[in-house]
């Protein structure tokens, strides 16, 4: 129209005149070709896990229908098969979904009917969830949800070449995508929303870590070298006294292994105490101690020392108080404990003897 107006006349407005006439012409704006692409705005990308879902539909396919949902800060997929589009069946999915990761902060879908509804509005409504439809046959606005459902739907394809049921092959495909770094993020949607690995068969190449720490135990548990104490049941033991008696020891009667190192006591109160293997010891005497050595000069004495020795015990008949056993005394001892060899060997109470003279001559 310009071309042919400058052929015949001219005016200063000529090319206003005409763009303004072309504009007001019906037939012109009927048919006129779209306008270019506006620029790529992408949407912001959320700091939480969880807080603004993209949703969409995929169906219907081989007469069933799929609720897509991505989470657009971990690129998370959930893909539940439906029985149909309406809004009770999109609150009920909603439902199960937010009962396992928890209610969102924004849902994004298009303007399809089921997301249109006065019912999904008043549920939203109720849990806090704020909703944003894009614009009516703009799909690209809901780009997120667009891709995943392409993804699950080249999946379900897949399915059908290689004659697989499609729960399976979708089971298979969710468990990989949530598995495999994802090029936006550059984290795997598992680690990005739960922040661990999802465990896989091939997770069986590595090594057992509970094995690792287990024999890491048994390494520290053989270093501290500590003889086992074990009791059992209808034992009378002496076991540590943490009341504000003035004593360090008080006696009782086992009467339960609660575990490998714990036990329940019954004290002679009849209260009943629990106590650690290493506090529960048995009453009888120990490898240093002598029970009725019967002097050359007197009657039967118990001589006693425990493995501490820092205490003196009594005696039982002549009520002289004895110092504990010598480190020399020990010494006999050990040899007392030991079983005598056939060529040379003494018998215990005259080891027993032996030892109480060296303890008399010491006290002198």
Known sequence: MKQIARNYVWWSTLDEDIERTARECAACRAVRPAPPPAPLHSWPWPAEPWSRLNVDYLGPFNNKYYLIIIDAHSKWIEAERVSGTSAATLISSFRKIFARFGLPKRVV????????????????????????????????????????????????????????????????????????????????????????????????????????????????????????????????????????????????????????????????????????????????????????????????VNVEGEDSGDEYEEASASGVRTPPVSNLARDDLDEVSSPPGESEGRTRRQAALQCLQKINKNKT
């Not at 806090?128 to 703009?138: D, F, K, Q, V």
């Not at 897949?158 to 499609?166: F, L, Q, S, T």
């Not at 101690?289 to 002097?295: E, Q, R």
């Open 109 to 300: 879908s298009d303007n399809g009917p089921p997301f249109t509804s006065a019912e999904l509005a008043v549920y939203f409504k109720k849990n806090g969830i704020r909703h944003t439809l894009t614009a009516p046959y703009h799909p690209a606005s809901n780009g997120a949800a667009e891709n995943a459902v392409r993804s699950v739907k080249r999946a379900l394809k897949k399915a059908i070449v290689d004659n697989v049921d499609d729960d399976t092959a979708l089971s298979r495909f969710l468990f990989t995508y949530r598995n495999t770094t994802h090029s936006t993020t550059g984290r795997e949607p598992a680690v990005a929303l739960l922040g661990r690995r999802l465990r896989g068969r091939l997770d069986l190449l590595r090594p057992d870590t509970e094995e690792l720490v287990r024999d890491r135990q048994v390494v520290s548990e053989r270093r501290r070298d500590a003889r086992s104490r074990t009791v059992v049941p209808g034992d009378a033991v002496l076991f540590r006294d943490y009341s504000r008696r003035n004593r360090k020891w008080s006696e009782g009667v086992v009467l339960d292994r609660e575990s490998p190192e714990s036990y329940a006591v019954k004290a002679n109160d009849g209260q009943v105490h629990k106590r650690h293997q290493l506090v529960a010891n048995k009453s009888h005497p120990s490898r240093f101690s002598l029970a009725k050595i019967k002097t050359p000069d007197g009657p039967e």
